[in-house]
């Protein structure tokens, strides 16, 4: 056969693999955030719009046009990863620190940045699909981090997105809006020269729009993220839910975590910090 249409038809069939791949992580999508009931043979033919015939066509067009093996791998690593070398650890590089510096690392930042690290991680998403993810973390606890995230991954535990709250220019608000996993912000408890535990890189959000952080304010709650305000009734099942009978929960709390869904007044269900006690030690203070 001939090399050349053996490749095409083998790039075309590629296409074809992601744009059905695609579909079917859309179709999940929708069907997964609290729109369970809506029938499929209903509303297929609603969701099934321009947005998905624009993209198709988008992919084939990409790929007809690209001659390029190596474009092709990069449309498509999947699923061949080698998780012993996508779970790694460096310190922050010029390269990264230029990625992070003036946002999650602000110019009044009190932690040197020998004391943080950068993590690479792999993470599934609720469609099965592998991600890779960015964190910064404190150096303390970088080896810990690391080892729950790939017990996580290979536990197929679902994480949307862990990007570094950097590329939402380290605005919180929009970072737990879009789901992101997030560790390292530098910042201070409002009102205090206390260096929040995010400010140290000791803090951890897990899938923060449905584990949202609710404080009794005024009679009622704030809740945060805006978009979290559904989830915050712990009595619904949903997924991304994070609960004492959860496999986040149990390592995080197994390497010395605390819960934020477990404080008494105010619950912030997204987040797992490194307790007081334990920063005295590591920091003399
Ligand atoms: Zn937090």
Redesign the pocket.
Known sequence: MDPKTHHNRKIRSKAHATALLFLSALFLLLTSCGKEEAPATETGEVRETPVIQIKEAEESNAVSESGDPAEEEQDEPEGQWDADEEFYITEITDEIFARIEGKSFKEDCTLPREDLRYLHVLHKTLEGETKEGEMVVNVHIADTVLKIFRELYESDYPIEKICLVDEYNADDERSMADNNTSCFNFRFVPNTKRISK?GRGL?I?LNPRYNPYVVPKDGGTDISPDNGKEYADRSQDFPYKIDENDLAYRLFTEHGFKW?GAWKNEK?Y??FEIPNEQIREWYDQ
């Open positions: 995010h803090a959000d934020g912030d997204q987040h």
